[in-house]
């Protein structure tokens, strides 16, 4: 049973940044996928990131790429999710998940975020105009 716990939200003006921050525990994280989703108003639950624990391959949704880094820290056993050039449209709740670490699979498997059995409770993001 893995324990997530995010971190790192708050209210930031367009342009800026944040960095979110996801505590796991509970578990051999070597063996997950560790994925950053969120939830903007009245919209989908959408994948944006996901990191390899065992080897930190990287993954990331069109809509972040090229702004947002997603690393883990072995020691710390956090995975942070490092986020540029934020736009209003990135205003959302994002969540960490973990999910099990069953390669190989199509690099579009771990963007459903019914294969991540762990969610954390999630952190707000608002960017402002």
């Known amino acids: 049973q893995v324990q997530l716990v995010e971190s790192g939200g708050g209210l930031v003006q367009a342009g800026g940044s944040l960095r979110l921050s996801c505590a796991a525990s509970g578990g051999t994280l070597s063996r997950y996928i560790m994925g950053w989703f969120r939830q903007g108003p009245g919209k989908d639950r959408e994948f944006i990131a996901r990191i390899t624990w065992s080897d930190g391959n990287t993954y990331y949704a069109d809509s972040v790429k090229g702004r947002s880094t997603i690393s883990r820290d072995n020691a710390k056993n956090t995975v942070d999710l490092q986020m540029n050039s934020l736009k209003p449209e990135d205003t959302a709740v994002y969540y960490c998940?973990?999910?099990?670490?069953?390669?190989?699979?199509?690099?579009?498997?771990?963007?459903?975020?019914?294969?991540?059995?762990?969610w954390g409770q999630g952190t707000q993001v608002t960017v402002s105009s």
């Open positions: 998940a973990a999910a099990y670490d069953v390669s190989p699979r199509s690099d579009t498997y771990y963007h459903d975020q019914y294969v991540y059995p762990y």
